[in-house]
């Protein structure tokens, strides 16, 4: 396999140029290979907003935003607040809110700005998202414009520093459940926050510590006897004097964390706090002086999801940093990967790269060919969400649309983001577990991105109702031995699964190849139909399975929802998975050089056929994937982690990260000289004729003089 060791590190994507840059052949001395325009392909990943990006990179790459490791949780408190000071010197925060105001309208944009801002500091990322991605946002989507007016431009300038506080210590993701209430009270004109117990504290709520002279409090509001569900509410906490809370407000400080130290978590309590009836922030509900409810939005159930739906973007934005650290992490493995030199399996006098084994690449070519997959759908999602928020297409349906795009690819981007943190520390042995190389800094801090803005598995579970309402739709009035049938026959030739004869049908095609076999499973049109048949029969054995449950006793038809909730999950999991392989491969579509159309096809194919291979029990026991297509399709990918090798630096540098962004010492080209170094000594050594000779050496040759002499 091609040494790719000598190509050394340094310049603006951590890589010296060459003359050959841009022909991939050259690059890697492999004449033949297609060539990949990583100008074009970075220009792609960009995406839509590819400007606001490099903009946003270029402010995140200044030092004044870096983590600085080893600070205290207190020093690093008192260093992210002045970050979003320098944010809003620098114009960086105002993308989003209107024009009128100062700002650009453009939604789209602002989440394509912050999600970079994790590669300065996730704690700053997420600090900014709260002051202005749902404190500001809270505002600007669930207040009107007098609302606009009195406290948008303090929250632009960060004059009002707030918090968004939504969690209780006592119900989580369960917001509907949410115990604080806002109480109307006609004779003052008044709203009463009060939290009646310890578990209805807002828990968990940045900024609640220290900083937040404000906050958007949910609660649910009540008015001449009835409870109309959660509504926000603006809350003063602070006298900004001071900095000390108001009368009837307490709270406590969460402490140090797992990660994320840079922001001000706590606590927050209300004690019968008395707010103006106008600080009812009231765009989807009302209350008059009377006390008259009224609502644009007659459903309780419709408003409530109304109103958490205004808030989708910070699950948009987590999507976006998870997938920029997931790049970080690869790049800079794959990097050292191409230096780092380990034991001397084929050569008596060099050492192999690390990524020549081909485990190696198993483990960072499956996780580089899933973060261009999320890269892709997340650039969908984001699109999507510009759309809505623009008001271009801003229907019911519309809004459905993205909050269940957003449950579904959120979950994937920060757990894949995890799991490459962790294993391309490991691809880097006790050199990633070097704070200075980031990878267990940034793993600490985006820990908490599978828990906050909707627990992932509780996101996935809002997918799979979804798929079961859509597919509920179709099916309304049909009976339970029809469904029963449409599990058999729901998809292309499905009918013959039950029986087995799928599988003895694909053997014989095969006749016994595992080159045919592997041409077919790696065709474009098999791979969608595989996983496009997943998601389909899941939903479909669990809509057949929970037929009638909503005509059941309440606690009954809990109970029959619990006993499939695991198979519903996964089948939401592998529905977001199909969405992923589904933006990638459009986004092969929009290729122009074919080139890099080849190499990205390969990475496509080894995103669709690692699914495929992860669940291969089930393909196997459903009938789906015959014996010998089952076993083609491991020997096949190693095939395809081979065609891809000399192509990995070209896919990292795409990505379009400086050594301002990654800041690990390996990616820096240093390992590359310490293996230079270290060859250039043994081949003086040998040169020279003065190298002590090798024990096994002289053992070998003493045997050799000890044998007789042949008659």
Known sequence: ???????????????????????????????????????????????????????????????????????????????????????VRHEAVHRAFPSSLGGNDDH????AGFEELVTADPSLQIKAGVQWGLFGSAVMHLGTEEHHAKWLPGIMSLAIPGCFAMTETG?????????????????????????????AWKDYIGNAAIDGLGAVVFAQLLTKGVNHGVHAFFVDLRDPA?????????????????????????????????????NLLNRYGDVDAE?????????????????????????????????????????????????????????????????????????????????????????????KFDDVFSGRHDSDEDRQDLETLAAALKPLSTWHALDTLQECREACGGAGFLIENRFASLRADLDVYVTFEGDNTVLLQLVAKRLLADYAKEFRNVNVGVLARYVVTQ?????????????????????????????????????????????????AQAGAALKGANKLPQQQGAALFNAHQHELIE?????????????????????????????????????????IEKNLSWYLMNGRLSMQRGRTVGEYINRLLVKIRPHALDLVDAFGYGPEHLRAEISTGAEKARQDEARDYVRRQRASGQAPLDEKILLARTAHHRQPARP
């Open 1 to 87: 396999m091609t040494d790719l060791a000598d190509r050394t590190a340094g310049g603006p994507s951590g890589r010296t140029p060459t003359p050959a840059d841009g022909a991939t052949a050259a690059r890697s001395g492999i004449a033949g290979l297609p060539a990949v325009d990583v100008a074009a392909l970075g220009e792609q990943l960009l995406g839509k907003w590819a400007d606001v990006r490099r903009h946003a990179r270029a402010v995140s790459g200044q030092p004044e935003l870096h983590k600085i490791e080893g600070l205290t949780h207190t020093e690093h408190r008192r260093r992210a607040f002045g970050q979003l000071e320098h944010l």
């Open 108 to 111: 789209g944009g602002n989440v």
């Open 171 to 199: 119900h989580g993701s369960d917001v509907a459940s949410i115990a604080t209430t806002a109480t109307y009270d006609p004779s003052t004109e008044e709203f009463v926050i009060h939290t009646p117990f310890r578990a």
């Open 242 to 278: 001071t900095k000390e809370f108001l009368p009837g407000i307490g709270g406590e400080d969460d402490g140090v964390k797992g990660g994320l130290n840079g922001i001000d978590n706590g606590r927050l309590h209300f004690s019968n706090v008395r707010i103006p009836r106008t």
């Open 291 to 383: 006390g008259n409810y009224t609502s644009p939005i007659a459903s309780p159930g419709r408003r409530f999801f109304t109103m958490l739906g205004t808030l989708v973007q910070g699950r948009v934005s987590l999507d976006g940093a998870a997938v920029a650290a997931s790049k970080l992490a690869v790049t800079t493995a794959v990097r050292y990967a191409t230096e780092r030199r380990q034991f001397n399996a084929s050569s008596q006098t060099d050492e192999e790269v690390l990524l020549d084994y081909q485990r190696h690449q198993r483990r960072l070519f499956t996780r580089l060919a899933t973060t261009y997959a999320a890269s892709f759908a997340h650039e969908q999602l984001l699109e």
């Open 491 to 539: 998809a292309t030739g499905t009918a013959l699964h039950r029986s087995g004869l799928r599988q003895v049908a694909q053997f014989v095609a095969d006749s016994g190849l595992a080159q045919k076999a592997a041409i077919a499973i790696r065709d474009e049109s098999s791979q969608r139909a595989l996983l496009t048949d997943r998601v389909q029969t899941m939903v």
């Open 571 to 611: 089948a939401a999991q592998a529905h977001a998975e199909l969405l992923q392989w589904e933006a990638f491969t459009e986004a092969l579509g929009k290729v122009a050089d074919p080139g890099t159309r080849k190499v990205l096809t390969w990475l496509r194919d080894l995103f669709g056929l690692s699914l």
